[in-house]
């Protein structure tokens, strides 16, 4: 059972996680690359810690977080989810080549449409676990 504070944590998680990916998006429509791959793991980063906490796991540093992501994504058979940080990892050497190529844009536009959609993946997870909790699943 999620407890009051984990809750709180978990509300926190998301709302930071939301903004963050908001930003990243914003940033990288203005050009600024870097930044929005920061602010993108970021945004996966708390997500992931709320998904684990939901479940009633508490990781903290970078490996515990991608290892968990890892993990959750192969048991859910979720490809973004299991892919998600290594995605990232990639993103700015297939910025770097689409900028240079101005090409391959479509890859990068990939990318990001599948970080996302691990995103939503684990807040909606967040959210099956907490109902299920509360017993309204």
Same mark, same amino acid.
């Given at each position: 059972? $999620? ?12 709302s930071?996680?939301? /903004? ?5 998006? $914003? ?8 930044r ?21 796991? !508490? ?20 490809? /973004? ?19 240079? $190529? /101005? ?6 536009? /990939?990318?990001l ?14 959210? $099956?676990?907490?109902?299920?909790? !509360?017993?309204?699943?």
């Amino acid at each position: 059972m $999620t407890s009051y504070a984990d809750q709180a944590r978990i509300n926190r998680y998301r709302s930071q996680s939301i /903004r963050l990916l908001n930003a990243a998006m $914003t940033e990288l429509q203005g050009g600024k690359w870097t930044r929005s791959e920061e602010l993108l793991w970021g945004s996966l980063t708390l997500a992931v810690k709320g998904a684990a906490l939901s479940r009633g796991v !508490n990781v903290e540093d970078d490996p515990a977080v991608k290892a968990y992501a890892q993990a959750l994504g192969s048991e859910l058979r979720d490809r /973004r989810v299991r892919e998600a940080f290594e995605q990232l990892a990639s993103l700015t050497d297939s910025l770097e080549r689409s900028r240079e $190529t /101005r090409r391959r844009v479509d890859r990068v536009y /990939r990318v990001l449409e599948d970080i996302g959609g691990a995103i939503e993946k684990l807040w909606d997870l967040v959210d $099956t676990n907490l109902a299920s909790q !509360n017993g309204e699943v």
